[in-house]
């Protein structure tokens, strides 16, 4: 999906209002979420922290969200 150059205003300019932060379309973040013992390839799932989770990337263009969870 294509943002239109009027989207992009407008997200800009409601990330302005929200954080103070001139020019922003996009916001990023990571987190890891914590999840049951996977039943193969364990091994991949432990972080750390010693607990088996699963990355989880959030991206917003404040009123659009975009969201993917990967191994």
């Known amino acids: 999906n ?14 302005m209002q929200a ?8 916001a990023l973040n990571c987190t890891h979420v914590a999840i049951l013992t996977p039943k193969q390839e364990e ?4 972080i750390r ?12 263009a404040y009123v659009y969200l975009h969201c993917v969870a990967k191994k």
């Open 2 to 15: 294509q943002v239109t150059p009027q989207q992009k205003n407008d997200i800009k300019h409601r990330f």
């Open 19 to 26: 954080t103070n932060f001139p020019g922003v379309i996009c």
């Open 43 to 46: 091994h991949n799932f432990v």
């Open 49 to 60: 922290k010693g607990y088996y989770s699963k990355n989880v990337q959030i991206i917003s």
